[in-house]
């Protein structure tokens, strides 16, 4: 029911790109958001598809809920918990109009939302994280399977690979511990690893009143130059030559599949 409410709000209070008055943000909705095209390769869609079927059992420590040890069926986590098909799209549009050269994903999965960033740059290198080692070897598979050489996988935690990675990234995607506490201090250790101009996206920002909350204070961040709201997705941008601002876009009909 909030979820419901979230959004009529979420809807009432955007705005279409003709109410955008930020050249860079116009340009992603006319080229980006509202475009239906590119879309990925349909091996992968088809081949995520396949999963739902799937009813091998993966075992692994599920961090985002304490680290206990669960036990699931793939068809499971790709009915339920994989990423909808319309956002992992964006995903693919968004790094296909981005261009980033170096993307990282925190919270793997069975890697469809990383197959579909992945796809769309293979020119990039790209970094992976999961806690769950089941999970992460499976994906590590789904990758090797679509040709998707360019993406390391690594079985370790959000904090682990902060204390031990000093690289940088152009394109930061976070999908996981949808908590208020956690998702701050993720923040502030990733926007010291998002290059100048770089984007980092937050799925599930209306999912609990935790993250209605985290997303509020990331958005004010003295480091962050531009924020966008798509219901599903928040989007933060650091360096961009412009003065701050928020913007609330309304994002096309399929939407409403989330309800």
Same mark, same amino acid.
């Given at each position: 029911m909030q979820r419901a409410i979230d959004f009529i709000g979420y809807w009432i209070s955007s705005k279409t790109r003709h109410g955008t008055h930020s050249p860079f943000i116009y340009a992603l909705i006319e080229n980006c958001i509202?475009?239906?095209?590119?879309?990925? =390769?349909?091996?992968?869609?088809?081949?995520? =598809?396949?999963?739902?079927?799937?009813?091998?059992?993966?075992?692994?420590?599920?961090? @985002?809920n304490? @680290?206990?040890?669960?036990?699931? *069926?793939? *068809?499971?986590?790709?009915?339920?918990?994989?990423?909808?098909?319309?956002q992992a799209n964006l995903l693919y549009r968004l790094v296909a109009y981005l261009k980033p050269q170096s993307i990282l994903e925190l919270g793997t999965n069975i890697g469809k939302s990383g197959a579909y960033m992945a796809s769309a740059n293979?020119?990039?290198?790209m970094i992976t994280i999961d806690a769950n080692e089941g999970l992460n070897r499976l994906a590590a598979k789904h990758f090797q399977h679509l040709d998707l050489t360019h993406v390391e996988c690594r079985a370790q935690t959000f904090e682990a690979f902060f204390n031990e990675n000093n690289d940088? +990234?152009?394109?930061? +995607?976070?999908? @996981?511990?949808?908590?208020? =506490?956690?998702?701050? =201090?993720?923040?502030?250790?990733?926007?010291t690893k998002v290059n100048s101009g770089g984007a980092l996206v937050f799925h599930d920002i209306y999912y609990n009143v935790g993250m209605k909350k985290a997303w509020a204070e990331i958005k004010k961040d003295q480091d962050v130059s531009v924020s966008l709201d798509l219901f599903f997705f928040g989007i933060v941008w650091f360096g961009k030559n412009q003065a701050k601002e928020d913007f609330k876009i309304r994002f096309p009909k399929p939407l409403f599949r989330l309800f």
């Amino acid at each position: 029911m909030q979820r419901a409410i979230d959004f009529i709000g979420y809807w009432i209070s955007s705005k279409t790109r003709h109410g955008t008055h930020s050249p860079f943000i116009y340009a992603l909705i006319e080229n980006c958001i509202y475009q239906q095209k590119p879309l990925p =390769e349909r091996e992968i869609c088809l081949f995520f =598809e396949s999963l739902k079927t799937n009813n091998e059992l993966i075992s692994g420590a599920d961090f @985002g809920n304490g @680290g206990r040890q669960v036990t699931r *069926s793939i *068809s499971h986590y790709a009915k339920t918990s994989s990423m909808l098909d319309f956002q992992a799209n964006l995903l693919y549009r968004l790094v296909a109009y981005l261009k980033p050269q170096s993307i990282l994903e925190l919270g793997t999965n069975i890697g469809k939302s990383g197959a579909y960033m992945a796809s769309a740059n293979r020119d990039s290198r790209m970094i992976t994280i999961d806690a769950n080692e089941g999970l992460n070897r499976l994906a590590a598979k789904h990758f090797q399977h679509l040709d998707l050489t360019h993406v390391e996988c690594r079985a370790q935690t959000f904090e682990a690979f902060f204390n031990e990675n000093n690289d940088s +990234f152009d394109f930061i +995607f976070l999908d @996981g511990n949808h908590h208020y =506490e956690p998702t701050v =201090e993720y923040f502030k250790s990733l926007k010291t690893k998002v290059n100048s101009g770089g984007a980092l996206v937050f799925h599930d920002i209306y999912y609990n009143v935790g993250m209605k909350k985290a997303w509020a204070e990331i958005k004010k961040d003295q480091d962050v130059s531009v924020s966008l709201d798509l219901f599903f997705f928040g989007i933060v941008w650091f360096g961009k030559n412009q003065a701050k601002e928020d913007f609330k876009i309304r994002f096309p009909k399929p939407l409403f599949r989330l309800f």
